[in-house]
C-alpha cells in the first residue's frame, strides 16, 4: 500500500515538473519569435482594417468579399494617390526643413531655458563631456571611422524595416482574404466543446478591434486636420508636416500626444515666447476636445478603455518589445479585455459582463 502511494506521488512530481518545463521552452520559444508574432499581430490590425471597410462596402452593394476587399484596396490607393499629389511635395519638403532645423532650435531652447537652475545644471554637464570628449584622441582627417558602420547599420535597419512592412502587408492581405481558415486552424487545437466557444470568442475579438480601429481613426484625422489648421493660424513653421505627425502619433493614446507636440515646441521658441504658449495651447485645445467631445460621441458605440490600463501596457510592452510594443500595446489591450472577459469572468466566474464588440 505505501509503494503504491509513492509510486503515484513520484508519478504526479515528475508530471508537474515536465508540466514546468513545458512551459518554459514554450515562454523562451515564444520570446525567440516574438518579432515573428508582433508582424503577425499587425498583419490581423491590418486584416481587420480591410474586413472592417469590406464590410461597409457589402452592406450597400451586393458584391463578393474578394471583390469588396479589391474595392477597399483600389479606394486607398486612390486616397492616397491624391493625397500625395496634392499635398506630398509640400509634406516632403517640410519634413527635410524639419530634420535640419530641429537640431538648431534643440540649441535654440539650450540657450533659453540655459538660466533655469535645473536646465542649467543638465546643460553643464553635456557641455563637460563633450570638452571630455574632445581631449580624447582626435580621429584622422576625413569621414569618422564609425560612418561606414553606421551606414552599415541604417542599411540593415532600413531592409529590415521594408521587409517587415511587406510581411505585414501580405499577411494582412491573406487574412483578410480567407480569415475562416486561419480561424479553424485555431479552433483545431481545443477540444469540440470549447471550439465553439473558441470561435466565437476570436469573432468578438475581431470586431472589437474594429471598432476600436474605427474610432481611433476618426480621432487621427480629427487631431491631424485641426492641428495642421491651427498651426497655419498662429504661424508656426512647418504645419502641414507637424500635422501629419500629430494625427499619426494619435494612434498611441497618451504618449503620441505628448511625442507629437515635442517638435512643434521646438520650432516654436525660433519664433517667440508667446508663439511657444500659442502653440502649447493649442495642442492642449485640440487635446481636450478630442478627449471630451469627439470620443465619447465616438465612444457610444466603440470601444471605450481605462487610460490607466492603457498607460501600464504601454509602459510594459514598450520595455519588452520597445517601440513596436508602444505602437501596438492599444490593440493588444483590447483583445486581453475581450479574452478576460469571455474565458474567465464569464466561463470561470460565471458573471455577466459586457464584452466589446459582443452582439
Not at 474586413?51 to 484596396?73: C, D, E, M
Request: proline share 5%; no cysteine; hydrophobic share 50%.
Amino acid at each position: 500500500m505505501t509503494t503504491s502511494k509513492n509510486t503515484k506521488e513520484t508519478t504526479q512530481i515528475v508530471r508537474n515538473t515536465f508540466t514546468v518545463l513545458g512551459i518554459v521552452i514554450a515562454a523562451l520559444f515564444l520570446w525567440q519569435i516574438r518579432n515573428a508574432l508582433l508582424i503577425a499581430f499587425a498583419g490581423a490590425i491590418f486584416a481587420v482594417i480591410l474586413t472592417g471597410f469590406a464590410q461597409i462596402i457589402r452592406n450597400y452593394i451586393p458584391v463578393s468579399r474578394v471583390l469588396s476587399l479589391i474595392l477597399v484596396g483600389i479606394v486607398i490607393i486612390l486616397m492616397i494617390g491624391s493625397f500625395t499629389m496634392l499635398f506630398g511635395p509640400q509634406i516632403v519638403d517640410q519634413f527635410h526643413e524639419l530634420v535640419e532645423k530641429l537640431p538648431e532650435r534643440i540649441e535654440d531652447v539650450k540657450e533659453t531655458i540655459g538660466d533655469w537652475p535645473m536646465a542649467g545644471y543638465i546643460i553643464n554637464n553635456e557641455e563637460e563631456n563633450g570638452r571630455t570628449n574632445e581631449n580624447e584622441e582626435e580621429p584622422e582627417e576625413g569621414l569618422p571611422e564609425e560612418t561606414g558602420d553606421l551606414l552599415y547599420q541604417f542599411g540593415i535597419n532600413f531592409i529590415d524595416f521594408l521587409t517587415s512592412l511587406g510581411l505585414l502587408l501580405a499577411a494582412g492581405i491573406y487574412f483578410a482574404i480567407d480569415p475562416d481558415t486561419y480561424k479553424n486552424g485555431i479552433t483545431l487545437l481545443f477540444s469540440k466543446s470549447r471550439a465553439d466557444r473558441v470561435s466565437e470568442v476570436l469573432d468578438t475579438t475581431g470586431k472589437a478591434l474594429w471598432l476600436w480601429l474605427s474610432g481611433q481613426m476618426i480621432a487621427m484625422v480629427f487631431v491631424g486636420v485641426s492641428t495642421t489648421i491651427g498651426l497655419l493660424v498662429i504661424g508656426v513653421p512647418l504645419p502641414f508636416a507637424l500635422g501629419v505627425i500629430s494625427g499619426l502619433a494619435n494612434f498611441i493614446p497618451i504618449l503620441g500626444p505628448i511625442v507629437a507636440y515635442i517638435p512643434a515646441l521646438l520650432l516654436a521658441f525660433s519664433v517667440d515666447t508667446n508663439m511657444v504658449i500659442y502653440t502649447t495651447l493649442l495642442y492642449i485645445g485640440v487635446q481636450q476636445i478630442e478627449s471630451n467631445i469627439v470620443m465619447p460621441l465616438v465612444q457610444k458605440r466603440m470601444v471605450h478603455l481605462p487610460p490607466a490600463i492603457i498607460l501600464l501596457n504601454l509602459v510594459t510592452l514598450g520595455l519588452i518589445f520597445g517601440i513596436p510594443g508602444i505602437i501596438l500595446a492599444t490593440p493588444l489591450t483590447v483583445i486581453a479585455m475581450v479574452f478576460i472577459g469571455m474565458f474567465y469572468v464569464q466561463d470561470v466566474l460565471g458573471k455577466e459582463v459586457t464584452i466589446p464588440g459582443s452582439d
